[in-house]
């Protein structure tokens, strides 16, 4: 599979049973990973550290603990999924080693890290795919663009039925479920769907966290929403995906079409935003980064139900990390590839 097609959408202001952390915890509340086996471990180190952020990239966060832990049990890792632009705040207090994040940081947040004196480093780990579902009682439903989504969601939306976006689809209202402002993927989807990731209607079903977000969907038969790819994955016995036509006729996301690109415009990067000077005086959140770009790492991201990188991007961004290069390189990025983009340093 080629990575040359993932390309960074512009100006983005933008759970788990035994993959591996069980339900998670709810609202703010953190995991905290103790268990967990990998082989080819090196020394072992000790400490703590916290991780606080994207509610999408939680899951991987918590299966790399649990493989991590294996190896240094005397690590004590947090691990908690406020939200993106939470953790980002958090992280610009000091009070987080590692911000998880769905989409870029934005221009604010790193004027507020300059303010606070923190150097930070950005650090792809995988890839998701932002993934419209409806309920299984929905079976006529097969495909949907990019201009009917902003016709339900735009700010200034007046949409109620279905059939105000197509008349072929049914005359039955309407329910949206989404998540709230706090999280990533709201930036996101709407920054690629209207223009602008504040820019959505408010009447709709508003979640603080992605199980209940499914639940409702689920629970609808005439509900539609959006989530990362590895909820969907963890609910296929309750919610249906929606095939997506970016301008190129209807793709499913899966695996092969999220990686090459051809799930557009969902396909995107994960990261980890790590503090620069605790990764130099921390020896444990040292260890965890090099667990995070290391031989183990896909084993959780599959686990977790999203999409490792290709070993060569794994590579490059692993030479930016090692580098020390601060700043951000996705930031405002447009048309550029995560090897085009880290490779050039």
């Known amino acids: 599979m080629q990575i040359s097609k993932i390309l960074i959408p512009s100006a983005i202001a933008l759970l788990m049973g035994t993959a591996l952390i069980g339900c998670g915890p709810k609202g703010g509340e953190s995991t905290e990973g103790t268990t967990g086996s990998t082989s080819g471990s090196s020394e072992k180190v000790s400490g703590e550290l916290n991780i606080e952020g994207s509610g999408t990239v939680f899951p991987i966060a918590a ?3 649990e493989l991590f832990n294996g190896e240094n049990p005397d690590v004590k890792v947090t691990v908690g999924k406020k939200g993106t632009g939470a953790g980002m705040e958090v992280f610009a207090k000091g009070e987080s080693d590692i911000a ?4 870029p940081i934005k221009d604010k947040e790193i004027k507020a890290l300059e303010d606070a004196g923190i150097e930070f480093i950005e650090m792809p780990i995988a890839y998701d795919g932002l993934c ?3 309920s299984k009682e929905n079976t006529w439903l ?3 663009t990019i201009d009917q989504l902003h016709k339900m969601w735009d700010a200034n939306s007046t949409v109620k039925k279905w059939n105000e976006i197509d008349p072929s689809w049914p005359d039955a209202p309407l329910n949206l479920y989404g998540p709230t402002d706090a999280h990533g993927t709201f ?3 709407n920054e690629t769907v209207n223009g602008d990731g504040e820019n959505t209607r408010q009447d ?9 977000l499914i639940a409702g969907v689920a629970g609808d038969a005439n509900a539609l929403g959006y989530v990362g790819y590895a909820y969907v994955e963890q609910n296929l016995d309750k919610v249906r995906v929606v095939a997506v036509d970016g301008g190129n006729g209807p793709v499913e996301p899966n695996g092969d079409t999220i990686l090459n690109g051809s799930y557009a415009p969902f396909s995107r990067p994960l990261m980890m935003y790590i503090n620069k000077s605790k990764m130099e005086s921390n020896p444990a959140l040292k260890a965890f980064v090099n667990f995070a770009l290391g031989p183990n790492a896909p084993e959780a991201i599959r686990a977790s139900g999203y999409i490792p990188m290709p070993q060569e991007t794994v590579d490059i961004v692993k030479a930016w990390v090692e580098g020390g290069n601060t700043g951000s390189k996705l930031s405002g990025a447009k048309g550029a590839t995560l090897n085009d983009l880290f490779g050039a340093h």
Request: charged share 20%; proline share 4%.
């Open 63 to 65: 299966a790399m603990t």
């Open 142 to 144: 097969q495909s949907i």
């Open 100 to 103: 998880d994040a769905s989409r």
């Open 187 to 189: 930036e996101y989807f």
């Open 132 to 134: 419209i579902v409806v």
């Open 204 to 212: 709709y079903s508003q979640q603080a966290e992605y199980d209940p």
